[in-house]
């Protein structure tokens, strides 16, 4: 199967193949998506290739929108002193090695990784290969890989500007292009048509509240206790992601006046949240990189609640950049109340001007053609290799 997927596309007549890599979380696979999406669209890109990790969550969501997908047997390297720690070194060489079968066989003209541990084979590869590769990491804070091979790639190309200072230290190519997003984000749908997808009244102030599509029980639990509060002032309603497994047990939680009320609108998720921010002025939500440059992009301020666990703290790193921009309000997830959450709300909601200014800063902040900037630089370092 994979060898007939590759010496298909390597036997076309073709200039740029480009790869790329990603994956463990999806803050590293979507930057990704977003560059597959516009090398699709590019007459001078015959061919594109993931290549993650096998059975994981790249494979589903590369196959949903059709891009060739190549999984590799890797692991990220365990924290604790273990079998799996003494067997880390081999898997990777191994790795490495099939990679290093899978770019002879595609020949590429360049490779784009995007973090996470799935990523270092591949770019390993490429490395010893002689395939010239551009890093790009989505979080003010490097992660591991990226830090690894930021001094070998022809460019380093970064989502937020806070990572600047951090990768000057490689001497590598420096290059603020912002984070990739999906052209649904980019080309978002009326704030009418958007609120009544969800049953919304357009005229009245809208709050998104979301801990990502699993949830998450800290922000569901702290705007519980908040709900009396804020459905007090009759302008304003809220849209919440509860998540698909908080859904039933939060259901049975509100107070029958709370469940009742028509400017309170309960989802376990939200599939396309293109919608959501096209509907609401403000949103309580997590601090992933991938919803901060989608929330730049439709320039809707937030407050943020940082998934403390994030590896490297990079959540708060973000969260932080975002409020120095005069763009988000931060509450560390310790500190998170009822009382503090629905001051935070109802002090933005009641200052029009100061929400307003949060909105322009978002703006000010967005990259809305990251993705048509990386795809620009891959087809750039590749073409000495381009058919």
């Given at each position: ?45 015959e061919s594109v290739l993931y290549i993650g990790a ?334």
């Amino acid at each position: 199967m994979v060898e007939t997927i590759i010496a298909n596309t390597a036997q076309q007549k073709i200039r740029h193949r480009i790869v790329l890599t990603g994956g463990g979380t999806g803050g590293h696979i979507y930057p990704a998506l977003a560059v597959a999406e516009q090398l699709q669209s590019d007459p001078d890109v015959e061919s594109v290739l993931y290549i993650g990790a096998l059975g994981h969550l790249e494979e589903t969501l590369a196959k949903e929108r059709n891009l060739d997908f190549v999984g590799l047997s890797v692991v990220g390297m365990p924290r604790k002193i273990s079998g799996a720690l003494f067997a880390f070194p081999f898997k990777t060489i191994s790795a490495v090695f099939a990679a290093r079968k899978i770019l002879h066989l595609f020949r590429p003209t360049a490779v784009l990784g995007t973090g996470g541990y799935a990523s270092a084979a591949p770019l390993a590869a490429a490395r010893t290969m002689g395939v010239p590769f551009i890093v790009h990491e989505p979080d003010s804070n490097p992660g591991m890989v990226n830090k690894l091979f930021a001094s070998s790639a022809a460019a380093c190309s970064l989502g937020m500007a806070a990572a600047k200072e951090k990768f000057e230290v490689w001497s590598c190519r420096v290059i603020v292009n912002g984070n990739p997003v999906r052209s649904s984000f980019l080309n978002p749908v009326s704030r009418a048509q958007a609120a009544s997808e969800f049953g919304l009244r357009p005229d009245l102030k809208t709050l998104l509240v979301t801990g990502g599509s699993q949830g998450a029980q800290a922000i569901n639990d702290a705007i519980n206790a908040a709900l009396p509060a804020l459905l007090q002032r009759g302008d304003m309603q809220i849209l919440h992601q509860v998540g698909e497994k908080n859904f039933g047990a939060y259901q049975a939680q509100l107070t029958p006046a709370i469940a009742a009320n028509e400017r309170y609108h309960l989802l376990p998720y939200i599939k396309e949240m293109s919608l959501a921010y096209a509907a609401c002025d403000m949103t309580v939500c997590r601090a992933g990189a991938m919803t901060i440059s989608e929330l730049s992009v439709m320039h809707v301020p937030a407050i943020f609640v940082p998934y403390p666990h994030a590896a490297q703290n990079h959540q708060m790193h973000n969260a932080r950049f975002m409020e120095a921009q005069g763009c988000a309000f931060v509450i560390a997830q310790n500190d998170l109340t009822a009382e503090c959450l629905s001051k935070a709300v109802l002090d933005a909601f009641m200052n029009g001007e100061k929400l307003q200014t949060m909105k322009q800063s978002m703006q000010n902040i967005a990259k809305p053609h990251a993705a048509e900037h990386i795809a620009r630089q891959l087809k750039e370092v590749g073409v000495s290799r381009a058919i």
